[in-house]
């Protein structure tokens, strides 16, 4: 086993080296393709790799170490790296689905003058989110953590001379850092309570420390919501959700890799991998559960009724990630991490035939400004196909195995008012993808493509679009994170419903489209009041705006001058007065300062003389 | 005999005298002229301390203070007189209150 | 009868003292002033022997009214350019100029006759005994500075030294230095 060790320490270290030689070398475009994509190109073979050696152990650990970072009396933090199933699957997905998105940007942004920059971001992000993963602590963790939302900040904002960039990239940052501080705090809860930051330790000593009082269970609670209020910030679940759609300002291939399919996973790989930790709190859970259940019906509402092609994927993700959420929530962890895999196939899937297309419309972004480019871009269309029929969960695609699994163990742990909940959003799910793709590629030509999309662009889609297709085999190891559950007790309506609701969806859909119904402007003000709601994502940007920037800007407005630091200027302006004041007795007249002499004589005497009296 | 307080009022009296003319005059000359009256009222008090002092024996110490004095206002006068000359040699006038660049 | 006839004459010279003092303060010519000035150290001169310090009053007219005098005539002769200064002189001080000043040293002179006449009853005492009948001679003085107050002499001479070095020093035109190094120079 230790053999592979190295091999384990090259994986994340690859494509950091890589950033760091792209930061400080001055290559041509095609040394930088070759340094960026065959790094992360490695690391995805060693993971094939070690897929290959572990496939279907269903329990083995690798370890390795880079090295110690902190080491003060009881905090001993290294550089280590812990290899297991749940890690083994996240590096697979983070570095395959990477690589792939690194060999399409070469074409994607060939035209880009920032190509070097815009690879050195792509491959730091690589390494911190392998970093994150693959942690063996939770401060590495943290480490990795806050290097892929520095990524995503760098990568959001990365066309910097447009300001509405830069606002995006602020506030995805801002919003993740929300929930960055609460994991931190948590982290600090977690080490003062159980005294390891070491993950594999907490899980242990978490059970031996809060089981024994067992009615007693607050501080578990307090602990994992913490951490859950940093999984809801990176993930993008109900109270953050906002940032997520507004981060599409970065290029395409950084929303793929990004914002769907890696770093917003990064919530839901925390909250898998502590599942122990969380499983002492069982409240936690069931708020996971919620938030969950009203963020998948947020998301998919709000794809509903949106224009702009890239909007709908990202509200899309929420509500997918929204999905995983509930997994994680009624305990199928499992579950929970072989949809993100899914999850990660098709959506990178989706974005990527999107960049493609935004690429070959001239940057347009609406998608009633689209349409009949069935025939036009045929290799887009198919991949773009797979992908919403692998999100609609259609039969026999990848999404379809993962989503029925969440909903049968939905089912299995009893929450019906969840399942409901669960299968509503998987009918609006499939209506929105449908919508999509009839508006996009049937009906009239209205624009049609300048640049076809380049080689590497193409095959990255074709290969995305297998695994998407036939990424539905679940890895034998991700079996060790469920508890055993009873998937055999469904009904026939619990069994049949998730499957037959998406054709209906579809229908209602293709009917829509058919009548000519979608784009068009509507009449009643009340649907209209409606669907404004549901396109601005449910008012989320707007309540914020008035409960926390509005009063917060007013504040800053009202405390302009300072409050607290007018006592001090008061000080500074008395002494300065007084200095003037005095200085004007410094005059250089003779006459003046003998005057001054004179009364201070008078006043001594005046002073002896009512001693004298008083006396 | 003349009483003590009468001596002390004279003096007291060509002191502030003295002290006005300080005051009051802005020609360097007379400031001068005006310590010289200052110095001889302290002087004057020094000469009746010496003639009120302890009936027993004579005591010439105030006397001497007077030469001491005396010596003082020479000196005073030698030098104070060549900045008069100083003075007036760079300014061509003897205001003192022209004379203010200490103060920046 | 003769107590009363020091009394009279003292009375008379201080007068005179005060009045001359005033008038020297308030004079606009340099010349009267000193002139005044010379009266009134003759007038001291004269307290000086009603006070029984004969010594002292002889050296008041040899250093005040004689050196010290001449001093200050010689530098008014230097400076003074008739009517051109007197002008000036008026411009510089008259009486409204003069009020804060009178105001401030009338408070002291106030304050300090109240102190001397009536703060303390123990000066009314000291006042009423007898002062010694014995002058003081120049003989005892002699011995006096040289005895214990040698230091004192030593101190005066040094004093007098630099009075006279800075005197010196000072007064030394500037433009004969510039001269003197010119012709230094060629």
Known sequence: ?615 | ?104 | MLDNMLDTIFIITATIILISALLTITAHNVVHALLYLVITMLAVSLVFFILGASFAAALQIIVYAGAVMVLFIFVTMMLHQGEKSLAQERHLFHFSTSITALLLSSLLFFELIFMLFFTSADTEKSTVTAPSSAFITVKQIGVQLYGPYSLLVVISALMLLSALITAIHISKSPATIEIKTKGHNL
């Open chain 2, 1 to 104: 005999m003349i009483p003590i307080s009468w001596v002390l009022f004279l003096s007291l009296s060509l002191f502030t005298i003295g002290i006005f003319g300080v005051l009051a005059r802005r020609n360097l000359l007379f400031i001068l002229i005006s310590l010289e009256l200052m110095l001889n009222a302290v002087v004057i008090v020094f000469i009746a301390a010496s003639r009120y002092h302890s009936a027993s024996m004579a005591n010439s110490d105030g006397q001497i203070m007077y030469l001491l004095v005396l010596t003082l206002a020479a000196s005073e006068i030698a030098v104070g007189l060549s900045l008069v000359i100083h003075m007036y040699r760079q300014h061509h006038h003897l205001d003192i209150d022209k004379l203010n660049k200490l103060r920046d």
């Open chain 1, 1 to 615: 086993m230790t053999q592979y060790s190295s091999l384990l320490a090259l994986i994340p270290l690859l494509p950091l080296f890589s950033a760091l030689i792209l930061l400080f070398s001055n290559l041509p475009k095609l040394g930088v393709s070759i340094l960026a994509v065959g790094s992360v190109a490695g690391v995805a073979f060693i993971s094939l790799f070690l897929n290959f050696i572990f496939w279907q152990q269903s329990d083995f650990i690798l370890t390795a170490s880079l090295g110690t970072w902190i080491n003060i009396a009881q905090l001993k933090i290294s550089f280590g790296l812990y290899l297991d199933p749940l890690s083994l699957v996240m590096i697979t997905i983070v570095s395959g689905v990477g690589a792939l998105i690194h060999l399409y940007s070469i074409g994607f942004m060939y035209q880009e003058n920032d190509f070097k920059r815009y690879f050195t971001y792509l491959n730091l992000f690589v390494s911190a989110m392998l970093f994150l993963v693959l942690a063996d602590n939770l401060l590495l963790l943290y480490l990795g953590w806050e290097g892929v939302g520095l990524c995503s900040y760098l990568l959001i904002g990365f066309w910097y001379q447009d300001r509405n960039n830069n606002l995006a990239a602020n506030k995805a940052f801002l919003m993740t850092r929300i929930g960055d501080t609460a994991m931190a705090i948590g982290l600090f809860l977690l080490f003062t309570q159980l005294g390891t930051l070491d993950i594999q330790e907490i899980q242990i000593k978490a059970h031996s420390v809060w089981s024994l009082n067992n009615d007693n269970n607050t501080m578990a609670s307090i602990c994992c919501l913490l951490l859950l209020g940093g999984a809801v910030g990176k993930s993008a679940q109900l109270p953050l959700q906002n940032w997520l759609p507004d981060a599409m300002a970065g290029p395409t291939p950084v929303s793929a890799l990004i914002h769907a399919a890696t770093m917003v996973t990064a919530g839901i790989y925390l909250i898998a991998r502590n599942s122990q930790l969380f499983q002492l709190a069982p409240d936690v859970l069931y708020l996971v559960a919620l938030i969950g259940t009203f963020t998948l019906l947020l998301g998919a509402s709000a794809a509903m009724v949106q224009t702009d092609l890239k909007r709908i994927l990202a509200y899309s993700t929420i509500s997918q990630l929204g999905y995983m959420f509930l997994a994680l929530g009624v305990g199928a962890g499992a579950s929970a991490v072989f949809h993100l895999m899914t999850h990660a196939f098709f959506k990178a899937l989706l974005f990527l035939s999107a960049g493609a297309l935004i690429y070959s419309l001239h940057h347009e972004h609406n998608i009633f400004k689209m349409g009949g480019l069935l025939k036009k871009l045929p290799v887009v269309a198919m991949s773009f196909a797979i992908g919403c029929a692998a999100l609609a969960s259609l039969p026999f695609t990848s999404g379809f195995v993962s989503k029925e699994l969440i909903l049968a163990q939905v089912v299995a742990s009893g929450h019906t008012g969840l399942w409901w909940a669960a299968v509503l959003g998987a009918f609006i799910t499939a209506f929105y993808s449908a919508r999509l793709f009839f508006v996009v590629f049937l009906g009239q030509t209205q624009l049609s493509p300048n640049a076809m999309p380049t080689k590497s662009m193409s095959l990255a889609l074709v290969i995305l679009g297998v695994l998407s297709l036939f990424g539905g085999i679940q890895p034998e190891g991700l079996k060790a994170l469920m508890p055993q559950l009873n998937t055999e007790g469904l009904s026939t309506l619990q069994h049949w419903l998730p499957i037959i609701l998406p054709f209906i969806a579809i229908s209602f859909a293709w009917w829509l489209f058919k009548t000519k119904r979608f784009g068009k402007p509507i009449v009643s003000s009340f649907l209209q009041a409606i669907h404004q709601l549901l396109k601005s994502g449910w008012a989320f940007d707007h309540i914020y705006q008035t409960i926390f920037v509005f009063p917060l800007n007013t504040l800053c407005q009202l405390n302009k001058d300072d409050l607290i630091d007018s006592f001090y200027r008061l000080i500074e302006r008395t002494s300065c007065t007084l200095h003037r004041t005095f200085s004007q007795f410094q005059n250089g007249q003779l006459r003046s300062y003998n005057a001054s002499l004179i009364i201070f004589c008078i006043l001594a005497f005046a002073w002896f003389i009512s001693g004298e009296l008083i006396l």
